[in-house]
């Protein structure tokens, strides 16, 4: 069966590449950019098949078991623009001509100053070089510093004047995990992706890593009363650990309102907050948002933006405003 699936994704993504992306490639005179061009129709194809399992499986989820009623029916319908955007290719397209120039002369530079990459895989021959093996493995060195990646976010002002957009989701849904600045989902592809490259991960596996990781963090913001039990949550972050994360107050400050912080920052694996003391288990839902955002006096009121790029243009004020505020 898996064997059929594979096919039948080899067939389409051959299919789509030679009756439409390769057209157009050489009648805009990119022709340069074939191989590159054959592996973004794999991601595309990877995203439309994303969004139809998710749509197929959490939707319902959402209308059977929700956590809440939403306030702003409009919310989940821009969340699911962030999503279009980020896993259909058009972010990928961005950041290939952004990033790959630059990890190709980086890759040089570690060559010619006699850097090579570790190979994770060869850690433990007969055993860690198994596909599936060295597949979780890789999954799960990645999660690690993804969850220092998030920390930083939470930690650092400017960083938090970006991050703070994809918190602003009074409304959390199944779409909300690719509701990020794009500033700041720049970074972190760059950042991964040298981790990537410094343990060995292969082109072909990163994207698989890449799609089960966003497929289990889809579920995670999903507006559905699931968890895993009081086992099952310490092995694999669920929708109620997760949601604490993005808890008013909980899941962004530290002690006394204002101050940065929070809990629950693991991207998959929650054993990073357990060994770093930042793990916070509990056995509500909570509702989610950032405390400036209440109406006085229990906040500022403050507006994070409606519309996309509203809230693209907000994320960049606020960054610069939390810098200066770090500095004084």
């Known amino acids: 069966m898996i064997a059929s699936l594979s096919d039948s994704f080899a067939t389409a993504q051959a299919w789509l590449f030679e009756t439409v992306v390769q057209p157009l490639l050489f009648w ?4 340069e950019f074939t191989e590159n061009a054959f592996e973004g129709t794999e991601w595309f194809l990877i995203g439309v098949c994303e969004l ?45 001509f952004l990033l790959d120039p630059l990890i190709d002369q980086f890759t040089a530079f570690l060559h010619l100053h006699g850097i090579h990459q570790f190979d994770l895989d060869k850690v433990w021959p ?29 930690n650092i002002g400017w960083w938090w004047g970006l991050h703070s957009l994809h918190h602003s989701q009074q409304n959390m849904n199944l779409w909300s995990d690719d509701r990020n ?48 039990g009081s086992v099952g ?32 920052f ?24 950032i405390r400036d955002q209440l109406p006085p006096p229990q906040g500022k009121g403050r507006d994070y933006g409606r519309g996309f790029w509203r809230q693209q243009w907000l994320g960049l004020r606020r960054m610069v405003e939390y810098g200066q505020r770090a500095r004084r």
């Open 233 to 264: 949550e310490r092995l694999l972050v669920s929708p109620r650990f997760h949601r604490l994360h993005h808890a008013i107050g909980v899941g962004h400050e530290s002690r006394g309102r204002g101050s940065l912080g929070g809990h629950n």
């Open 52 to 96: 139809v399992l998710l749509w197929l499986v959490l939707r319902p989820l959402e209308a059977l078991i929700p956590v809440h009623a939403f306030n702003d029916r409009r919310a989940r319908w821009n969340d699911f623009i962030y999503t279009v955007v980020h896993r259909l290719g058009a972010f990928t397209l961005v950041i290939f």
């Open 126 to 154: 007969g055993v860690t070089d198994l596909p599936l093996v060295s597949f979780f493995l890789y999954l799960f060195v990645l999660d690690f510093f993804d969850y220092w990646y998030h920390r930083a976010q939470h």
């Open 266 to 289: 693991a991207v998959l694996f929650p054993v990073w907050d357990v060994l770093f003391g930042t793990a916070r288990f509990g056995g509500g839902f909570a509702l989610t948002g």
């Open 181 to 228: 600045h794009l500033l700041d989902d720049l970074l972190r592809d760059l950042f991964l992706a040298v981790i990537a490259l410094f343990i060995g991960v292969q082109p072909g596996q990163y994207v698989l890593l890449v799609a089960l990781s966003r497929i289990l963090q889809s579920v995670q913001h999903a507006n559905i009363r699931l968890h895993f």
């Open 28 to 31: 805009s005179g990119l022709g």
